[in-house]
Antibody, heavy 122, light 106 residues
C-alpha cells in the first residue's frame, strides 16, 4: 500500500524559507507513471495546488507561487521536497504531499499524506 | 485561473437521505472534474474522476455527473461515514484548482 509522509519544521519565521520533505513508501518516486505533488490548505479554506515533479526532475507549478518555489526529488532516498522562500503569514497552512496521476488527460491526486501544519510566525 | 464554485457551502442531512452538491467552473472544463472527500484532521480522499468514474473502493451510492461548466455529486442513502467535506477539482487547465468545499453535517 502506497504511503506518503510529510516532515519538516512546523514553525517558520517570516521572510525565511519553508522546507518540507515527503517520504514515499510502498511505491517509488522513480515510477514513470506518476508525478508527485504538493498541495496546501490554509486554515478554514480550500485546497491549493502548489506544484508537481516528475522522477526526471521535470517540474511545473502554480504561477502564484512559482517565483518563491523549488520542488526537487531524491530518487535514491525515495523522497521529494518543497522549498518556499520569503514566507509570510499567508503561507500558514496544512501542507500535503500527494501522488499526481495523469490519466486520459485528467490530472488527479490519488494518494495523499496525512498533512503537516506549518505556521509562519515570529 | 479557472474558478471553481461549490454550492451549498454546507448542508444538514440525516442518515438515509439523498444529497446533491453542485460545482460550477468559470469556463468549460469538458469532463475534467474530480471529487474528493475530507474528514476532519484527515487527508482528502479521491472519490470520483473524469466527472463520473468512481475510484476503486468507493461505494456506488455516490454518483458524479455533468460536463462543461456544471457538475454534481449525488450521495444516496447517506451513511454516517459520508458526513465530511467534499471538494471538486478541475484538471482542464493548469493551475489545477479546487472548489471551496461543501460540508455535509448531521
Amino acid at each position: 500500500q502506497l504511503q506518503l509522509q510529510e516532515s519538516g519544521p512546523g514553525l517558520v519565521k517570516p521572510s525565511e524559507t519553508l522546507s518540507l520533505t515527503c517520504t514515499v513508501s510502498g511505491g517509488s518516486v522513480s515510477s514513470s507513471s506518476y508525478y508527485w505533488a504538493w498541495i496546501r490548505q490554509p486554515p478554514g479554506r480550500g485546497l491549493e495546488w502548489i506544484g508537481s515533479i516528475y522522477y526526471s526532475g521535470n517540474t511545473y507549478s502554480n504561477p502564484s507561487l512559482r517565483s518563491r518555489l523549488t520542488v526537487s526529488v531524491d530518487r535514491s532516498e525515495n523522497q521529494f521536497f518543497l522549498k518556499l522562500s520569503s514566507v509570510t503569514a499567508a503561507d500558514t497552512a496544512v501542507y500535503y504531499c500527494a501522488r499526481h496521476l495523469r490519466y486520459s488527460g485528467n490530472e488527479l491526486f490519488d494518494y495523499w499524506g496525512q498533512g503537516m501544519q506549518v505556521t509562519v510566525s515570529s | 485561473d479557472i474558478q471553481m464554485t461549490q454550492s451549498p457551502s454546507s448542508l444538514s442531512a440525516s442518515v438515509g437521505d439523498r444529497v446533491t452538491i453542485t460545482c460550477r467552473a468559470s469556463q468549460s472544463i469538458s469532463n475534467y472534474l474530480n471529487w474528493y472527500q475530507q474528514k476532519p484532521g484527515k487527508a482528502p480522499k479521491l472519490l470520483i474522476y473524469g466527472a463520473s468514474t468512481l475510484q476503486s473502493g468507493v461505494p456506488s451510492r455516490l454518483r458524479g455527473s455533468g460536463s462543461g461548466t456544471d457538475f454534481t455529486l449525488t450521495i444516496s442513502d447517506l451513511q454516517p461515514a459520508d458526513f465530511a467535506t467534499y471538494f471538486c477539482q478541475q484538471s482542464y487547465l493548469s493551475p489545477w484548482t479546487f472548489g471551496q468545499g461543501t460540508r455535509v453535517e448531521i
